[in-house]
């Protein structure tokens, strides 16, 4: 079993910045891809972004494409979420979430690929 808590939600005005992070505890961390996801009131939860185990590979869906980065710290079982030039639209509820393995995009972006979710830190980005 893996535990996952995110950290570093909060208020922000458009234009600014935010990291989260995903502390993760439990069984091995190794091996596992790392996924954001994010959902805002009243819309399906969509992924945001996933790294591989080594950090090699990343994706990002297209609406965060130069604005995000994910990275992770094995060493810390820490996922962070690097949130720059925020928009109002990025206003959600994010949630870490991770899998065995990488995948193809398409099973990236599927959130019944991932086998362990955090409880979420929320996301308020003000215009």
């Known amino acids: 079993q893996v535990q996952l808590v995110e950290s570093g939600g909060g208020l922000v005005q458009a234009g600014g910045s935010l990291r989260l992070s995903c502390a993760a505890s439990?069984?091995?961390?190794?091996?596992?891809?790392m996924g954001w996801f994010r959902q805002a009131p009243g819309k399906e939860r969509e992924f945001v972004a996933a790294i591989s185990w080594s950090g090699a590979n990343t994706y990002y869906v297209d609406s965060v494409k130069g604005r995000f980065s994910i990275s992770r710290d094995n060493a810390k079982n820490t996922v962070y979420l690097q949130m720059n030039s925020l928009k109002p639209e990025d206003t959600a509820r994010y949630y870490c979430?991770?899998?065995?393995?990488?995948?193809?995009?398409?099973?990236?972006?599927?959130?019944?690929?991932?086998?362990?979710w955090g409880q979420g830190t929320q996301v308020n980005v003000s215009s």
């Open positions: 979430a991770a899998r065995s393995g990488w995948g193809m995009p398409a099973t990236l972006r599927r959130r019944e690929e991932y086998d362990y």
């Open positions: 439990g069984r091995t961390f190794r091996g596992y891809t």
